[in-house]
């Protein structure tokens, strides 16, 4: 059994869902990953070239059995001549490597964001099993015709496919056409990456946050919460494609992107890990994936009400913050709290990547 994966994100990128998705297959007895990289879906915008200078933030180690294939392509999708180059040309181009690579294995194709390409393979291949996992709203990601096509496309796979897999409430609301055909598979985290228990705390306070810096991330908050709690850090790690709108105070710190174990030292050093998005239709449909990394290692997240962290409370270690309030009520009582041991370590036993692969029965038809 052969994996052909469409997957949202290069291979050579930092650990993300899909990854760790690639590698619970050949766990469960897989033979073999192609890993399709993405190609550009939607029309270039300036903001590109500003991607293009971060570049890669870490590599993932490739393991036995996966073979990462990538296309060039002009990013003209969108409009009708795109479409039919990629539908024909590029599937053509597609098609010729893979022969060699699946032989005559039977395929599971799975589709990580909506693409002509992806549709084509699920016409052309007639895979044994297949899926659309919505990580995100990806087409609100998109403006404009790229989001009206990136939406037309989403359509198309999602009447396609077998299983519709998604990550959180939003989506599963927003495909209950497909009723019995969607499974929910939350976030996880790679869990064996974070130090045993129990954790030494430092003594000082630091606010912390890991991960990207995109357009979603509120800027206003994180200089509240430096205005209210002067002598505390506020430690931002990640690339930073949203700049902060003017100087940042002195307690406020940038760090660039890094690698997992790196990242794992930021999150020793936190007091409170934090979330500061914005609301919008983007993130009413995202689970952080740094949530249970932050409640991996103990520590309470103070988040604004957006996705599915609007759905947390104390119970699950979550302070709210309201846009636009004083942080400072959620941002005491998140340093107020103190998590137990056994709690940590069933959480982190509960929300590995595999186990959340695992209990969701993501392969069990595949390779039954």
């Not at 490739?62 to 040309?89: F, H, K, M, Q, Y």
């Not at 636009?324 to 709290?337: H, K, Q």
């Amino acid at each position: 059994m052969t994996f052909l994966y469409f997957s949202p994100v290069p291979w050579a990128s930092y650990p993300q869902r899909p990854h760790y998705f690639a590698r619970h297959f050949l766990k469960r007895g897989g033979s073999r990953v192609v890993w399709v990289d993405p190609y550009p879906t939607r029309l270039p915008t300036f903001r590109d070239l500003r991607r293009i200078a971060v570049g890669p933030q870490a590599r993932f180690e490739c393991p036995d059995g996966l073979t990462v294939v990538s296309l060039r392509a002009v990013p003209i999708e969108p409009l009708g001549i795109g479409r039919w180059l990629n539908r024909t040309v590029l599937w053509n181009i597609l098609a010729r490597r893979l022969r060699p690579l699946v032989g005559g294995d039977a395929v599971v194709l799975g589709v990580g964001r909506p693409s002509c390409l992806a549709l084509a393979a699920l016409t052309a291949l007639r895979p044994a099993h297949s899926f659309y996992d919505a990580m995100d709203d990806y087409p609100e990601f998109y403006h404009g015709i790229s989001k009206a096509s990136a939406q037309a496309h989403e359509r198309e796979i999602v009447r396609s496919v077998d299983v519709v897999l998604t990550s959180c409430g939003a989506l599963w609301t927003k495909f209950a056409s497909r009723d019995d055909r969607r499974v929910m598979v939350h976030n996880a985290f790679e869990m064996s990456a974070l130090p045993p228990l129990p954790i030494a705390r430092n003594a000082d306070i630091v606010f912390g946050y890991v991960g990207c810096i995109g357009a979603w991330f509120d800027w206003s908050i994180v200089l509240r919460l430096a205005e209210s709690f002067r002598d505390a850090a506020l430690h931002i790690v990640g690339p930073c494609f949203s700049p902060p709108p003017h100087d940042l105070p002195l307690n406020v710190r940038l760090f660039p992107a890094c690698l997992m174990e790196r990242a794992v030292e930021h999150l020793r050093s936190f007091s409170v890990g934090l979330i500061p998005f914005s609301r919008s239709p983007l993130t009413d449909a995202v689970d952080p994936v740094k949530y249970y990394g932050y409640r991996g290692m103990g520590l309470p997240v103070l988040s604004t009400a957006f996705g599915e962290m609007a759905r947390r409370g104390i119970a699950d270690g979550t302070f709210l913050m309201d846009q636009g309030a004083d942080p400072v009520e959620a941002a005491s009582s998140a340093l107020d709290y103190r998590a137990d041991v056994a709690a940590i370590a069933r959480f982190r036993l509960e929300h590995a990547w595999d186990r959340r692969f695992e209990d969701a029965g993501v392969f069990d038809r595949a390779l039954a």
